[in-house]
């Protein structure tokens, strides 16, 4: 539940996103708060939603829950390309955002994003909900504490199968691709080693493949990266893998750790670190990092707790995307325009 004294806060959701029942209703509920209107492109998708998840009321568009005076909050999970132009708007509404990640399509629609939220005055925060949970957060403190060593090299993997051949992460229009939808988990796990690597990696080269019958969208892709004080990394990310991975390793020069499922914790909660001192299994727990997210999000809004990711963090997450995308032989996502079909 919400801490006593807290206010519930009031969110609106867009669209009917399948990553909304794990991202923000189950949360809202073990929390308590309120998911005051829903929108979808079809009002009977968003009626449906409301009934099953209890969400107080059903909106006619996307712009009519922004001018709700009771929404106060945002949830975007629309697709990729729809992330840039609604958190814009949201903002320009005076709404607090938070938005799936990426939060553009590109470095230049996240730089106005950046601008929008200055102007607002309003609370923007990128999903990147792993970092909230005691899995990333055991991971910084190895580091930290000095069990690890000094940082020497980071290699993280997010892979699944592919989705069908449908699926708008197919889509460049959509701002589709590995990266997009994967990858950016890679890149920000090892951006988050910053304070260890002498602050923030430098690209050093990537490399891609595209997927057959998608031009322009990348059906995997490799980073590897550099710090200032010499440590490598490896960002890898591949939408049509054998099986699933989501692998986060940390080498020192006195120990490694390994996160088993950096990117959903709450499903395998390993830490495993070895030392000259031996090898041990730490367990995190099984609470859902999205939960831990909406707890820091509406800290953030309520009483103006720090919050490690915003939209200057958004902005060099686009930034970093858009020259991967470029070293890799691809170029950076298109955006898109309110009200234009996309398809």
């Not at 492109?41 to 059903?58: L, P, T």
């Not at 945002?74 to 729809?82: G, I, K």
């Amino acid at each position: 539940m919400t801490d006593p004294g807290r206010e519930p806060l009031r969110i609106g959701v867009l669209g009917a996103a399948r990553i909304t029942e794990r991202a923000l209703v189950d949360p809202a509920r073990a929390t308590g708060h309120r998911l005051v209107s829903v929108a979808a492109r079809d009002r009977s998708r968003a009626q449906a939603f409301a009934a099953e998840h209890g969400v107080e009321r059903v909106a006619d568009s996307y712009a009519d829950l922004l001018a709700d005076p009771e929404v106060e909050a945002v949830y975007n999970p629309l697709a990729n390309a729809l992330h840039g132009p609604w958190n814009l708007a949201a903002l320009a509404a005076g709404k607090h955002v938070l938005s799936e990640k990426p939060s553009a399509s590109n470095a230049e629609e996240a730089a106005e994003v950046r601008a929008a939220t200055v102007t607002s005055g309003t609370v923007f925060m990128e999903g990147f909900h792993y970092l909230f949970h005691p899995v990333a957060r055991r991971l910084h403190e190895l580091l930290a504490g000095g069990e690890l060593g000094e940082l020497r090299r980071v290699e993280a993997l997010v892979a699944i199968p592919a989705p069908d051949a449908a699926d708008p992460r197919w889509s460049l229009p959509l701002a589709g691709g590995a990266l997009m939808d994967l990858g950016c988990y890679s890149l920000h796990a090892v951006r988050s080693l910053a304070p260890w690597g002498g602050g923030a990696p430098r690209l050093v080269r990537a490399r891609g493949g595209e997927r057959a019958g998608a031009p322009g969208v990348d059906e995997w892709l490799d980073a590897e990266l550099e710090f200032p004080n010499g440590a490598t990394a490896a960002a890898r990310c591949h939408m049509a893998y054998g099986g699933r991975e989501m692998s986060w390793r940390i080498v020192g020069t006195r120990g490694e750790a390994c996160a088993a499922n950096f990117v959903v914790p709450h499903l395998d909660d390993r830490v495993v670190v070895r030392t000259p001192d031996g090898e041990r299994t730490e367990r995190l727990g099984t609470r859902s990092s999205y939960t831990y997210q909406l707890d820091a999000f509406a800290a953030r809004v309520r009483e103006g707790a720090p919050l490690p990711l915003d939209a200057d963090d958004a902005l060099a997450m686009m930034t970093l995307i858009d020259a991967t995308y470029r070293a890799a032989g691809f170029e950076p996502r298109p955006r898109t325009a309110v009200g234009r079909p996309v398809r």
